[in-house]
């Protein structure tokens, strides 16, 4: 640390954005690429967890991404194991070794009190050099809802106060709070954010797309058919242009390479993830339903390098802003997964300008 930097409290290695920036906005012209890292299940071990950032930095992805969870329950594709590593403790972790990718949530559910939550984003924010954002939604179950003190039945509740309280505690001073379920006054938090720091919200459903448009700044579904994807689009694009707001896209699909196609191709259950998302009932399935790998386009992509070019090149080309890779089906392969992609499969879709 420079002299200069050390009088100042500042590490040169952690670059702030400034304070008109927003993470992934400005980081490149055309579509963004993140990882989700794995600190969930057998795979997550705190070398990996905490790992993961530098290799995703080196490789040459834009963002990492963390889901979350206070009583995690595996999907089939994930095993038994119950380690599921706290979302933003994981994300501090990974900054603290990074300089420039930035770190996200997606996406965080309401299991806290909205000034903890205020104080914690705005606390990596400030450690990260503002390079965060902050991927929203509601959850499901009531176990973990009631088990950090809240009713399912008020979830809704619960995320618009707050993203209100967000919004006020990080741009002002002394402010206060009077809603339904929370209910302050005379509130300052420090530090505030480094920069701005943009709220997305999660989901696949039609609501989920109406929430992010009348509360947040992006929409980021997680595996949906392309069939849905491309309605939901088009419903957020009039929502967006009735409202004069730019809403981020963003997407988060399976995904699994190797160099050998039917290695890449094997053990994928298409039933299992046809019906892998609770809100697949709301899914707009492709003629014929899901049948072969092939019909999982926007849910699952696996293949070549090459092949996953052109599939995320065709999933791109719905006007995307960024792609998460999400390597839950090769997660013991985690590093390879990553060094292929970002040696190959990167490179390749941002020569085309995608």
Not at 32 to 52: D, E, I, K, M, N
Not at 209 to 219: I, K, L, M, P
């Amino acid at each position: 640390m420079t002299t200069a930097a050390a009088a100042a409290g500042k590490d040169p290695h952690t670059p702030a954005l400034g304070a008109a920036a927003t993470p992934l906005r400005e980081r490149r012209e055309g579509t963004t690429y993140g990882v989700l890292v794995p600190h969930f299940g057998q795979a997550a071990t705190p070398a990996r967890v905490l790992g993961s950032g530098e290799l995703a930095e080196q490789a040459g992805f834009d963002a990492v991404w963390v889901r979350d969870h206070l009583l995690w329950e595996p999907h089939g594709m994930e095993g038994d194991d119950r380690t599921f590593v706290e979302s933003l403790t994981v994300l501090a972790g990974i900054a603290a070794r990074t300089s420039h990718i930035v770190l996200g949530t997606a996406v965080l559910i309401p299991i806290r009190w909205p000034l903890k939550l205020a104080q914690d984003l705005a606390s990596l924010s400030f450690l990260a050099g503002g390079r965060v954002v902050a991927g929203m939604g509601l959850g499901s179950g009531q176990a973990e809802l009631g088990a950090a003190g809240f009713r399912r039945s008020d979830r809704k509740r619960i995320f618009v106060e707050t993203v209100e309280i967000l919004n006020k505690v990080w741009s002002g001073d002394d402010v206060e709070h009077h809603g339904r379920l929370f209910d302050f006054e005379h509130v300052t938090i420090e530090p505030k954010p480094t920069c701005h720091l943009p709220l997305w919200y999660g989901g696949t459903t039609e609501v989920s797309v109406r929430n992010a448009v009348e509360h947040c700044e992006g929409w980021m579904p997680g595996r949906v058919p392309l069939a849905t994807l491309r309605a939901r689009l088009d419903l957020l694009d009039d929502l967006a242009s009735a409202s004069g707001k730019r809403i981020a896209k963003a997407i988060v699909p399976l995904v699994k390479v190797d160099r050998n196609r039917a290695r890449a191709r094997a053990g994928i259950d298409v039933a299992a993830l046809g019906a892998s998302s609770e809100a697949a009932k709301t899914w707009i399935l492709p003629p014929g339903g899901l049948n072969t790998i092939d019909d999982l386009g926007g849910i699952a992509y696996a293949g070549t390098p090459d092949e996953i070019v052109e599939h995320i090149a065709t999933l791109v080309g719905h006007g995307l802003d960024h792609v998460v890779f999400d390597f839950r089906l090769q997660d013991q392969e985690f590093e390879r997964a990553l060094e292929l992609v970002g040696t190959e499969v990167l490179p390749a879709l941002r020569k085309r300008g995608t």
